[in-house]
C-alpha cells in the first residue's frame, strides 16, 4: 500500500489473493465498521451498487467525498481500472471495490500455455461471477467431462473443459513431447479448467479439472470457488477446504485474520468462563480452544448460508492453525498465488484425519494424498 501512496497507479494488477487482504482491511474500516461509520458506509455502499448495477457508473459524488475517497486515496487517488486473474475471486470483494474505488474492476483469464491472454470481462461490464468473454483472436470451445457430469449439452448453460485456440497458443513445452501432446488436441490448448458458457456469452470458470472432488454423498464440489467465498469472512485469512469420497461433509484448515480474530476469540473465551484471564491467551491457545472452534464453526455456518452455499458445500469441521499458510516455509504457493493443494493436504494430513473421525464419531480414517 505504501508503494502505491507513492507511484498513484491508474492500473492496477492484483491475484486474489493479494485483494482479499486490503478487502479485509477496507470493508473492515467502512461497511464492516460499527456506530455512524458503519451505518453510512453500508448505505453509501448500497447507493453506488444500484448505480454501478444501473449502468450509470460507479462515481457518486456525495457518497465519494463521505465515505470512499479514502479508500481510493489509499491506492494513490488516481486508480481508474483495476484488474485480477490466476484465481478464484469472489463476486462480493470485486463488487466492493467497484463502489469503494469508483473504478472500473475486471476479471480476466488465461494461462502461461496462451501467453495469459484467453478471456477478459468488458470495461463497461458491471456484472461479477465470471471472466468476460474471449479477447479477440482466441477461440474457444468446450469439451465433455462425462465421469464428472459436465455435458456441452447442458441446459439452459454448456459446460465442460475448456479448450483455447489462436496464435498465443504455444508450441509445446521445450524438449518435452510427450507433456506437450498432453497439454493439446490438434491446434486447441487443453486447458484443464471446467467452465460454463452463460446466456450472454461469458465464461465462467467452474474449477480445476484436478481439484473438484467427490464427497460421499456422491456430489461433486469445486473447493476453489468455495474458498473464494469463505476467504472473504472477517475472521478468516486463509482457508483450505477438502473432502473425500469416503466421507459425507467437507472439512477444512483456517488461518486466522488475526486482527479481528484475537478480540473475537477472547470475548468468546471470557464469556464461557468469567474466571479466566482470556487476554492472557497466546493465538496458538485460542486456536485450540473448543468453544472458540465451535463458535468459528457457527460464524461460517452463517456465512455460507448468507452467501448462498448449498448444504452440502458447508464445511462441518475446522482446524485452525495459528501459523499462516506463508509462513509455513514449505511453499504453499506459486509464483502466481494460488495454493498448491496436495502440498496443503499432504501437510495437513493428521489433522483431517481427526476432523473426519470426530464427524463419524470413530476411529480417524487415513486421508488419502494422491501421488
Known sequence: ???????????????????????????????????????????????????????????????????FDKAAAAFGGRLRTLI??????SPEVLSFFRASLSCTVVQGYGQTECAVGGTVQLLDDPTTGHVGVPVPGVDIRLRNVADMGYQVTDSPCPRGELLIRGSNVFFGYHKEPEKTKE??????????????????????????????????????????????????????????????????????????NTTKFLPWARTIVKNGDKTSDSAELSLAA??????????????LKAHAAATGLTAPEHIKAVYCDPVPFEGKGVGFFTSTAKLRRMLVLEHYQP??????????????????VPR
Open 351 to 368: 489433522q483431517l484425519n481427526k476432523l473426519f473421525a470426530t464427524l463419524n464419531n470413530s476411529v480417524a480414517p487415513t486421508v488419502q
Open 84 to 89: 485480477t486473474g490466476a484465481a478464484s475471486i
Open 183 to 256: 497439454a493439446m488436441e490438434g491446434e486447441w490448448l487443453i486447458t484443464g479448467d471446467v467452465a460454463q458458457i452463460n446466456l450472454d456469452g461469458t465464461v465462467t470458470i467452474i474449477d480445476r479439472i484436478k481439484n473438484i472432488l467427490k464427497t460421499g454423498q456422491g456430489i461433486w464440489i469445486a473447493p476453489e470457488r468455495i474458498e473464494s467465498i469463505y476467504s472473504t469472512h472477517r475472521l478468516v485469512q486463509s482457508v483450505f477446504v477438502h473432502g473425500d469420497e469416503a466421507q459425507r461433509d467437507l472439512v477444512a484448515v483456517v488461518t486466522p
Open 286 to 299: 485460542l486456536c485450540s480452544n473448543e468453544g472458540v472452534i465451535s463458535g468459528l464453526q457457527d460464524e
Open 1 to 67: 500500500m505504501d508503494d502505491m501512496q507513492t507511484l498513484k497507479p491508474t492500473v492496477l494488477v492484483a491475484v486474489p489473493r493479494v485483494l482479499n487482504r486490503i478487502y479485509d482491511r477496507i470493508a473492515g474500516a467502512t461497511v464492516g465498521a460499527c456506530g455512524l461509520t458503519g451505518v453510512l458506509s453500508r448505505m453509501g455502499y448500497k447507493s453506488k451498487t444500484k448505480r454501478i448495477d444501473a449502468g450509470r457508473g460507479p462515481q457518486h459524488r456525495f457518497w465519494d467525498r463521505l465515505i
